[in-house]
């Protein structure tokens, strides 16, 4: 079981495990496996949202896993079709019920939808209340951040953002890097197409470090001091994906560097300004994981 696994302190000093276990696009019974799984080696992050509809699951896994709440580190987001003051709280009350928590760790808006700033208010107002240890962010560029902090009060400690070698947000990772909110990288493996996992450069490296491939490209994250969140339903890749903090396992500069060369600009999900995306996730129900 891995048991040092390090933390990324936020800027009001809250500790985040920083691999955690996304759970995006899993069914219940997946969703009830897999936390078990990574809890039992030694996971205590999980990353869900209200979008994937499955946080009754993930409340459950928790429960069962017998672990004392407080050392474990829970992330939900609150979704587009939710907007103002009110909703935001009401959103926020519901995904504590389900989740079956009474408090969360980590609160972010998914997408910076337009009337992003009064469900910040809302996320500020929980926080000052004690309900929610950090808050944050999802899909923001900087252009976004700049715009919440316009009116907010409190700064976001997290942007949660598509981030793998294929799409390194390299300008964004220094700009968040200034203004100390840490960088969470959603599909840090490029996803399922394994398209990130099967480049040559990585494959080279893999046969190199004697690792998988997988395992060089969530080292790199972490050498970048990122906080990632692989998905896996199997678990012997749970497994892989937290075995990476061995001392001995360490990528050389050159070889982060052959890994910084494989930016190619290419995206698994939308481009944070594609209004269109925006526009049509506002009505979007969730059915692949409809009941
Ligand atoms: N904030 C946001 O808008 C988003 C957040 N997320 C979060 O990020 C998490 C991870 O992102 P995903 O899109 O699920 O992509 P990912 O990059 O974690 O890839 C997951 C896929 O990679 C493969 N995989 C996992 N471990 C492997 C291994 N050791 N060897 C070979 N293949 C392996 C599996 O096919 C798996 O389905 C989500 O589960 C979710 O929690 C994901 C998408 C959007
Ligand atoms: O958290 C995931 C948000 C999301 C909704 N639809 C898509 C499509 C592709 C990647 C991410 C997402």
Redesign the pocket.
Known sequence: MATNIPYIELSNGVLVPQVGL????MSDQEVENSVKWAIQNGYRHI???SFYDNEEAVGRAIKDSGIDRKYLFVTT?IWNNIRGYDETIAQFNKSLEKLGLDYLDLYLI??PAQGFEEDWRAMEDLYKAGKIRAIGV??FKAHHIEQLMKNATIAPMVD?I?T?PYLQETDLHEYLQSKNIAHES???????L?KV?DNPVIKELADKYQK?P?QIVLRWHIQRGEII????THEE?IK??IDIFDYHFDLTPEDMNKIAELDSDQR??ADPDDTDFLDKSMTYTNQNNAK
């Open positions: 996304g759970v995006f696009r990353d869900t949202a987001k998914h997408w999802s899909n949660q598509e793998h959603w599909s840090p493996l490029g996803a399922g394994n996992i998988s997988a969140i692989p998905k896996s890749r892989e994906n698994v999900g």
